[in-house]
């Protein structure tokens, strides 16, 4: 799978990047309301191997690989989760690496992955969950054009805790391209 936007290159996640993702992913502190943050190498590793091989099959998870268009820089994933009836759905996550905040990469990349999958797939529904207290991604959700569904009170059994979620979504009748 590739996906190029303006500035980006969205692509299939190699054993080749696995110190590239570890480099950004290992970071707790940027990456505290990620779900998975990698200790060493061999978790990158298992990551990698147990990534869905084919994009677009239902009930599964598949990670595209963020990278600069020219310099080839990993900037980071999204991972994209196939949900729901019929396969009309998709739950998206990003993260992406600190160097690389505030530059509209995020937007981009999210646009271009949305567009994809609205455009050429015909999907139906397309949301993100996202932590309450992760401001930047509820921002992020909003200048992209996913409006806020519900706030759901300790929805979420995570980190051993009961925790809020926000669900944010867009049709495609809703969606917006530029």
Known sequence: MQLYTERLLLRDITIDDKQDIFDY???????????????TLEEV????QRNTKEFNQPESWYQLLITDKDSKAVIGD???HFTGDENAQVELGITLSTFFHGKGYASEALKGVINYLFNDLSKHRITASV???????IQLMERIGLRKEGHFRKSLFWKNRWVD?????VLREEWVTE
């Open 25 to 39: 992913r290992s970071d707790a502190e940027a990456n505290q309301f990620q779900g998975w943050i990698p200790e």
């Open 78 to 80: 999204i991972g994209v």
């Open 45 to 48: 590793e298992s990551f990698i």
């Open 165 to 169: 979620d926000i669900i944010y979504a």
């Open 131 to 137: 932590d309450p207290d992760n401001t930047a991604s």
